[in-house]
């Protein structure tokens, strides 16, 4: 019987499903596009998204298919060098296509029996108090205890049970697409160069080893049907107007668009209907952030959802998402609004980027902002001052290994430098990791309780206060 039904087979919804697998949770997939798309949107994962595939033992097979960059200027195109010293073990971009990621997560689904159904199209919903009902395009009904919207911006099951998705309308459009070019690459790389000492919107560059190019340009303003697929001619118009020369662009392979809106759901749950992803924030792709906050959205829900379907969930165990992520989603619209405004032609704009590229010259502002982007300094409201509760935990020694091995089964942890502490009663849901010579000192001797996505909830010596931790994230002991 299904326990979950997941709309959306996306990197989103693929990422929820194997955490809830984790947790032998029986979960459904149904995606509407009858094929993965070949729109390559997303161009790499950030440190938390390849921290958190290291966390599951998925690493390997990005690396084998990606490239490591340390890419400076990931804040509104301004140029400036890969920070120093970034707390993590993963200082690097990963640059892979999305539609290698969608397809590495659904082998990986596919490994640990996720259900996927393609070509399947939710077209309403229903819940009671106890399970959620889709109505397909088919007029087939199914249902499940619970359900998660991961089917992007224009949501059907954000739309279905009435979440708001207040904010901004698109102001402007920028064309995308793969294509082959007739021009020689020095001439393209030279004109490219020009043409982003003013408009940041514009790029033109190869893709694979196929003689494909990625082409970005603004569009002419914004289309009345957001649906409508641009056409070769469209890029050859915008092209010559801004570097004039469409380059010979010939053989497109995929032409899409999109926009500026930005909008931000009012809440993540109803009942026991959840979102996640783009269902529940929409922005530019500005800093490239929107595929991993859809993944790390995921990651923070899973193993809430599986503890409340297993049914040793803490009471208001499942809120906790929408009050962790909502502020982070909230964050990351602010940070792509503050990035577009840093990308116009405008004299006084391109004064303040020239002022903001000197302060960035100072590696703490620079650290600042990459680790925003990266979402490396996500810190989650959890109480404990300023330490490291609500953070996530790097990649740390322990023993003669290291920490993320030991997290590849979706378990809470307790990682104890004291050898005084048990996770007695909590055995089914925490593993206890006891290493006395350690050799690091990020927790100063202590210990340190950590949820099943790497946030610390807990350090300390104290069995009490460990308890109290456990029995607050944990439910009651067995």
Excluded at 87 to 113: C, F, K, S
Excluded at 298 to 306: D, F, M, S
């Amino acid at each position: 019987m299904t326990d979950v039904i997941i709309v959306g087979g996306g990197p989103t919804g693929m990422m929820l499903a194997t955490e809830l697998r984790l947790h032998e949770v029986d979960v459904l997939v149904l995606e509407r596009e009858p094929e993965p798309a070949p729109h390559v949107r997303s161009l790499g994962l950030h440190v938390r998204s390849i921290e958190v595939l290291d966390q599951r033992g998925l690493l390997g097979r990005f690396l084998a298919e990606g490239t490591k960059f340390t890419l400076g200027g990931q804040f509104a195109g301004i140029e400036a060098p890969w920070p120093e010293d970034m707390d993590t073990e993963h200082g690097y971009v990963l640059a892979i296509p999305q539609p290698i990621t969608e397809r590495l997560l659904a082998e990986h689904a596919a490994e640990v029996g996720v259900e996927v159904r393609r070509g399947v199209e939710v077209v309403g919903l229903t819940q009671d108090a106890t399970r959620v009902t889709v109505e397909l395009a088919s007029g087939e009904r199914l249902s499940a205890p619970h359900l998660v919207g991961c089917d992007g911006g224009r949501s059907t099951v954000r739309t279905a049970v009435g979440i708001g998705f207040p904010g901004e309308a698109a102001t402007e459009e920028t064309l995308l697409g793969e294509m082959e070019v007739g021009a020689p690459l020095d001439e393209i790389t030279a004109t490219v160069a020009e043409v982003r000492r003013t408009q940041q919107r514009f790029g033109l560059g190869p893709v694979g080893d196929d003689g494909a190019f990625r082409v970005v340009v603004p569009a002419h303003g914004v289309s009345e049907d957001r649906s409508a697929t641009p056409t070769l001619a469209d890029f050859r118009r915008q092209l010559t107007t801004w570097a004039g020369t469409d380059f010979g662009v010939h053989s497109p392979r995929w032409l899409s668009r999109f926009g500026n809106a930005t909008r931000l759901a009012e809440h993540y749950r109803v009942g026991r209907v959840l979102i996640a992803g783009d269902a529940a924030h929409v922005h530019p792709p500005l800093g490239g952030q929107g595929l991993n906050l859809g993944l790390q959205d995921a990651v923070n829900l899973g193993w809430k959802l599986a503890a409340t379907v297993s049914g040793w969930a803490p009471d208001g165990l499942l809120d906790t998402y929408e009050a962790e992520r909502r502020p982070v989603g909230e964050a990351v619209l602010d940070n792509t609004r503050a990035q577009g405004a840093l990308m116009t032609d405008e004299p006084g704009t391109r004064a303040v980027r020239r002022l903001l590229a000197e302060l960035m010259e100072i590696d703490g502002v620079n650290r600042y902002l990459t680790e925003k982007i990266t979402a490396v300094g996500v810190r989650y409201d959890l109480g404990g001052g300023d330490g490291l509760v609500g953070r996530r935990l790097r990649d740390v020694p322990v023993g003669e290994g290291w920490l993320y091995p030991l997290m590849h089964a979706g378990r809470g942890l307790l990682l104890d430098r004291t050898g005084q502490l048990t996770v007695t009663g909590w055995a089914d849901r925490v593993d206890l990791v006891v290493d006395t010579n350690p050799r690091g000192d990020e927790l100063g001797g202590a210990a340190a309780l950590l949820r099943p996505d790497g946030h610390v909830v807990w350090v300390g010596e104290d069995p009490a206060g460990l308890d109290e931790a456990m029995r607050e994230w944990f439910g009651t002991p067995a």
